[in-house]
């Protein structure tokens, strides 16, 4: 049943937020030993309590005729809806990692997801056949390999939280996660390829960064899951890291033409909730890594183990860094956002009085 009136206003994409924090205590918190032994249980609580506040303001505005109408009916931003359920299957697998004695809990909220990943299956086939038959020339961005995200967050959820699923059933999830990543890029391909009326500094969205984070994430899901080779892996961990090094390398072209045309305030401190897909992906790449090195179903080679651990010791720090940037921008942005909220109330009582 659709509500109507008012209710409190959330970024659609705000899962991002819970994608990202929790993907840093799942992985990259273990090169800070500290932070995860002595404040990692504290930090797993108070991105529960975070969690419950986003969730419950997203749940609400749902179910409103005046959001979910327009929302879905946009072949794009609806995709949006792969932050929401990668973000509880992070979040359970952080449950997993600091309060394996919920258990019980964390399999309801999997099931739970799971029903909300096979909505969202239904979705991510209606707006690909819309981008790719019907609306060729809409202007896309990576938020549509959200649906390879939420795909492949499904399998490493399923197999972690309840048992080793048979290989044939991981393997199909993945490669329809992979097809969707296909679809997304064909798309992708189309919109900054064939088509010249666009420029880095407007039109190169945060969310591009997905375009190597939904393959680390399916990384995640086959090194989880014990499907494909050894060999496999290991060539698709390079074209990870290769994507990784190329698409951020675009992102600091981005970054200095934003500077040049805007200033430094409007180009790099001004907060926006797409910036989390930064962190999630970042966090993801490190976790990917750290968990083929840890799995001896995927041995490598001294040589490639060197420079991995070499590589994750400097990336740990990057992903630390860029998600305490994150939190900074965003206190700035809600503090500048109250203080506006009390000048409007300080006005108009004013009138009022």
């Known amino acids: ?26 992985g990259t918190v273990e090169a800070f030993p500290i932070l995860d032994v002595e404040y990692g249980k504290y930090l797993a609580f108070f991105l529960l309590i975070t969690w419950v506040i986003i969730y419950k303001d997203l749940s609400i505005q749902f179910f409103h005729r005046d959001f979910l109408v327009p929302f879905i009916r946009n072949p794009v931003n609806s995709f949006v809806i792969g932050t929401w359920i990668a973000g509880v299957s992070v979040l359970c697998n952080v449950f997993l990692k600091y309060f394996p004695e919920i258990l019980l809990l964390t399999q309801a909220m999997a099931i739970l997801n799971t029903f909300l990943w096979l909505f969202f299956l239904v979705n991510c086939f209606y707006n690909f056949k819309q981008l790719l038959f019907d609306y060729r020339d809409f202007p896309v961005h990576g938020a549509i390999l959200l649906s390879t995200v939420g795909t492949q967050s499904i399998i490493i959820l399923l197999n972690n939280v309840f048992f080793q699923f048979p290989v044939y059933f991981s393997e199909a999830i993945i490669i329809l996660g992979l097809v969707f990543y296909l679809a997304g890029i064909i798309l992708l391909f189309n919109r900054y390829i064939r088509h010249h009326n666009w420029t880095f500094a407007d039109d190169w969205a945060n969310t591009n960064c997905i375009i190597h984070g939904a393959l680390s994430i399916t990384g995640l899901a086959i090194v989880t899951t014990n499907t494909f080779t050894p060999e496999f892996v290991t060539y698709f961990w390079f074209l990870v890291f290769a994507l990784l090094i190329i698409v951020e390398t675009v992102e600091l072209v981005r970054a200095v033409k934003r500077v040049k045309q805007y200033g430094w305030n409007k180009a790099i401190f001004t907060y926006d909730v797409t910036q989390w897909s930064r962190n999630f992906t970042f966090g993801m790449f490190y ?67």
Not at 1 to 26: Q, V, W
């Open 287 to 353: 976790t990917f890594t750290l968990v083929m090195q840890q799995n001896p179903f995927y041995p490598v080679s001294e040589a490639l183990y060197n420079f991995q651990r070499a590589f994750m010791d400097y990336w740990a720090w990057i992903v630390l860094l860029a998600i305490l940037w994150e939190i900074a921008i965003f206190i700035k942005a809600r503090m500048i956002e109250l203080y506006k909220e009390k000048l409007i109330l300080n006005d108009t009582t004013q009138k009022e009085g």
């Open 1 to 26: 049943m659709l509500l109507k009136g008012d209710y409190n206003k959330i970024e659609p994409a705000s899962g991002a937020i819970i994608m990202a924090c929790g993907i840093f205590l799942i």
